[in-house]
C-alpha cells in the first residue's frame, strides 16, 4: 500500500481521494461523504434504498450485513449478530451482569480477555465482526462513488476508553481502511451544525443523543476550534428498543397474550417489528392501527407519551447530572443538538427543551448527523477546507531536560492543539546566575533518546541562595504547531524565550518510529529512571550531610562525624555501583547514623530561641 504524505503538524494530506467518515452505530451504521459538486456532507445510499446499514451480521450459507441480515433476527437468533459495538474492547466481566442481553452465544471462560462470539464452529471477536460492518460501508461507498475508498474517520462514543478506541481502529484497519482520526460522536454532531469551523466563535454544547439501545448525553466547550468534552453521562441500556417495548406489552395487554406465545419466536419478533413500525409512526401521526394474527391493535399518541414519560425522565435525570458535571448551568448552554433516531419521537423533543428552557436543534437529520459530522472532518483531512480550523494532537511528547538527563513532560503526547502548560523550577547553587533550558521532543525518560528541538540560557539571575529563585517555564504550542519556550525568573522578572516548530523534518514514519521505541524500552527506562532519581536524591543527602557536620562541629561527637563520614563513602559508592536498592540502603543507615545528633542539634536550637539567644 502506497504512503501517502501528513502533514503531522496541520494533519492535512496532500492528494485529491476522497475520505469518507463512518458512524459506526450499536443499531445503525452509515458511510457520508463530502459531494464532490455541493461541496455539502451528504449520507451515501443506493437508489430506492435508506442510508441506514443496520449493525447486523448474519451466519448462514453466506455472511450477510445490513438489512439483508436483519431478517434472520427472527428465523435464526443464534446465528444472527446484533449490538456488537457493545462488546468492542470489552472483557466478559465487563459485560456479565448484561449477557442476557445477547442472543447469540459469547464465550465466558476467560473473564479477563477480551470477548468472543461462538457461531457454530467458529469464534470471531467483536474487532472481527465490527469489520464485517465497515466492510459493507466500504463496498457501499465504493459503489457509490465509483472510485476507491481505503481512508475514513470513524466515530466513537465520547466516553469509549483506549481499549475501545483501539478496537475500532483495528476494525477499520480489518477492514481494508486506514482510520485517519477517531472523533467523538457529539463533536461529529456540532461540526454537522457547522460550529467549529471558525476561529472566533466560543460555545457551551448540550449534545443528547437517544439511539436504538443507548443514550448519550455530552457537554461540549467549543473555543479556538478545538472541542473539549466538560462531561458526559447516559445510560447504556435505554433507547428506542425500549419505547418498542412499551408498545409491544401494551398490544400483549390488548390481544390478551399468555406466557405461552413467548415460545414462538418469530410471532414474538414480528410483533417487536410491528411495535417499532408503530413508534415511527407516531413521530408523526396521531394514532397507529393495524392487524396482528389477525386481531386488531391501535395505539395513540396520547397513550404513547404516557407510556415512555418514565423512560424519557430518566434521561433528563442524566442530563442534570451531566450538567452538574460540566459546572455550566442551563443558561450557559448556547445550543442542544438533538442526535439519534429515537430522538424523532415529539414527546422526546418536548421534554429536552422544557428541560434546557429552549429550542432544540433538530433540523439536521438525526440519523444522519454523526456520519455526516465525520464526512466534514475527513474533509479537514484531506487538506480540502482552507478556512477551517484543525482540531489537532501533538503526536509526540514535548519537555525539557531536568536533573541526571531525565526528560520532564510539559505537554503530553497527544494533547489538543493549541496547548499550553507550565512549571516551576528553581537554581541548584547558591548564587547561580542562569539557568540552562534543553527542549525535547519524544516519550522516552532520557532526554539523550529523545529529539532536541533547540535550547536557550536564562542569564542575569540575581544572586540568591540556592532553591530561591522562582523559574517559571512556559509552553506554548500555537494551532500551526509552532512551540513557544519562555523562562521566567518570577521574583526578577527576568524573561527569555525561543520559538521552535517541533515538527520540522519529522514525517509520520519518524513519529512512528519514537513511538515504537518507547514502548519497547519502557521497562529499561523506568528503571534507569528510578536510578537517576535515586542518585540524585543521595548526592543530595551527602551534600546536606558535610554541611551539616560543618555547621555544627562542636555539638557532633568525633565519633560521630567518623561515623557519618564512612557511611557517605558507603553511599558514594553505591551511587557507583548503579545499584537503586544498595543506593537507598546505605541512604537510609547514613540517615540513622546522623539522625541523633541531628535531633540533639535541633533541641539545642529549640531551647536557645525560646531562652532568646540565638545559637550559630
Ligand atoms: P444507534 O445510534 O444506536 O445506532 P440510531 O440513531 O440509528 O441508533 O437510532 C435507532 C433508533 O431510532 C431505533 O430504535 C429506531 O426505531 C428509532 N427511530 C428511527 N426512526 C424513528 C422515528 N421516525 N421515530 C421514532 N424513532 C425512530
Ligand atoms: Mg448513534
Redesign the pocket.
Known amino acids: 500500500m502506497a504512503k501517502i504524505p501528513i502533514n503531522i503538524a496541520t494533519g492535512s494530506i496532500q492528494q485529491d481521494e476522497i475520505i469518507v467518515g463512518i458512524?459506526l452505530?450499536?443499531?445503525?451504521?452509515l458511510v457520508a461523504a463530502i459531494h464532490p459538486d455541493t461541496k455539502k456532507p451528504i449520507a451515501l445510499k443506493e437508489i430506492d434504498q435508506q442510508s441506514?446499514v443496520p449493525?447486523i451480521i448474519h451466519f448462514g450459507e453466506t455472511i450477510s450485513v445490513g438489512n439483508d441480515a436483519k431478517e434472520y433476527l427472527e428465523t435464526d437468533a443464534t446465528n444472527t449478530i446484533y449490538s456488537i459495538?457493545r462488546l468492542l474492547g470489552r472483557s466478559f466481566d465487563d459485560i456479565k451482569a448484561r449477557k442476557d442481553f445477547f442472543s447469540y452465544k459469547i464465550i465466558d471462560n476467560e473473564e479477563s480477555e477480551l470477548v468472543k462470539i461462538q457461531v457454530e464452529e467458529k469464534f470471531y471477536s467483536p474487532i472481527e465482526l465490527s469489520s464485517l460492518i465497515l466492510k459493507e460501508l466500504k463496498n457501499r461507498a465504493e459503489h457509490i462513488l465509483k472510485t476507491d475508498v481505503s481512508k475514513c474517520v470513524i466515530t466513537v462514543p465520547a466516553y469509549f476508553n483506549d481499549s475501545q478506541r483501539q478496537a475500532t481502529r483495528d476494525a477499520g484497519k480489518l477492514a481494508g481502511l486506514e482510520v485517519l482520526r477517531i472523533i467523538n460522536e457529539p463533536t461529529a454532531a456540532s461540526l454537522a451544525y457547522g460550529m467549529g469551523t471558525t476561529t472566533q466563535e466560543e460555545q457551551n454544547i448540550a449534545v443528547y443523543?437517544?439511539?436504538?439501545?443507548?443514550f448519550d448525553i455530552s457537554i461540549l466547550k467549543l473555543s479556538d476550534g478545538v472541542f473539549d468534552v466538560l462531561s458526559t453521562n447516559g445510560d447504556t441500556y435505554l433507547?428506542?428498543?425500549d419505547?418498542?417495548k412499551v408498545i409491544f406489552d401494551h398490544f400483549i395487554s390488548l390481544l390478551k397474550l399468555d406466557a405461552t406465545f413467548y415460545n414462538n419466536k418469530e410471532a414474538v419478533q414480528s410483533l417487536r417489528l410491528l411495535s417499532?413500525e408503530a413508534?415511527?409512526t407516531?413521530?408523526?401521526k396521531d394514532k397507529f392501527e393495524s392487524t396482528f394474527q389477525d386481531s386488531n391493535v391501535h395505539i395513540t399518541k396520547e397513550e404513547f407519551d404516557t407510556l415512555i414519560t418514565p423512560l424519557i425522565e430518566r434521561t433528563i435525570a442524566a442530563c442534570t447530572k451531566a450538567l452538574a458535571d460540566s459546572t455550566l448551568t442551563k443558561k450557559e448552554i448556547d445550543k442542544v443538538v438533538m442526535?439519534?433516531?429515537?430522538?424523532?419521537?415529539p414527546a422526546v423533543q418536548k421534554m429536552v427543551s422544557d428541560y434546557f428552557e429552549q429550542e432544540v436543534s433538530c433540523e439536521v437529520n438525526?440519523?444522519e448527523i454523526?456520519s455526516l459530522g465525520a464526512a466534514i472532518q475527513a474533509d479537514i483531512l484531506a487538506g480540502n477546507t482552507s478556512d477551517i480550523l484543525l482540531l489537532d494532537v501533538t503526536p509526540l511528547s514535548l519537555g525539557l531536560e531536568t536533573m541526571g538527563g531525565l526528560m520532564d513532560v510539559i505537554i503530553p503526547r497527544n494533547s489538543k492543539v493549541p496547548s499550553q502548560a507550565s512549571r516551576e523550577y528553581t537554581t541548584q547553587k547558591d548564587g547561580q546566575s542562569g539557568i540552562e533550558i534543553n527542549v525535547y521532543q519524544g516519550e522516552r525518560d532520557l532526554v539523550g533518546d529523545n529529539r532536541k528541538l533547540g535550547a536557550f540560557t536564562l542569564k542575569n539571575i540575581p544572586s540568591m541562595p540556592a532553591g530561591l529563585p522562582k523559574v517559571q517555564i512556559k509552553f506554548q504550542l500555537n494551532a500551526d504547531g509552532i512551540l513557544t519556550v519562555s523562562a521566567t525568573e518570577v521574583r526578577s522578572n527576568t524573561k527569555q524565550e525561543i520559538e521552535i516548530k517541533p515538527q520540522y523534518g519529522l514525517d509520520d514514519d519518524k513519529v512512528e518510529q519514537m513511538l515504537m521505541d518507547s514502548m519497547q524500552h519502557a521497562k529499561e527506562d523506568i528503571a534507569h529512571r528510578a536510578f537517576i532519581e535515586a542518585k540524585t536524591e543521595a548526592e543530595h543527602l551527602i551534600d546536606q550531610s558535610e554541611k551539616f557536620l560543618e555547621k555544627h562541629a562542636e555539638l557532633i561527637t568525633k565519633d560521630e562525624k567518623e561515623a557519618s563520614r564512612s557511611q557517605m563513602q558507603q553511599v558514594q559508592k553505591a551511587i557507583e555501583s548503579k545499584d537503586k536498592d544498595k543506593i537507598q540502603l546505605e541512604q537510609e543507615k547514613l540517615n540513622d547514623i546522623s539522625r541523633p545528633y541531628a535531633e540533639r542539634v535541633m533541641d539545642k536550637a529549640v531551647s536557645a530561641a525560646l531562652s532568646g539567644k540565638d545559637i550559630k
Not at 25 to 29: A, K, V
Not at 339 to 345: D, F, K, L, N, P
Open positions: 458512524d452505530g450499536t443499531t445503525n451504521s441506514m449493525s459495538k443523543d437517544l439511539g436504538g439501545g443507548t433507547g428506542g428498543d419505547f418498542d417499532e413508534k415511527k407516531l413521530s408523526t442526535v439519534g433516531g429515537s430522538t424523532r419521537t438525526p440519523d454523526v
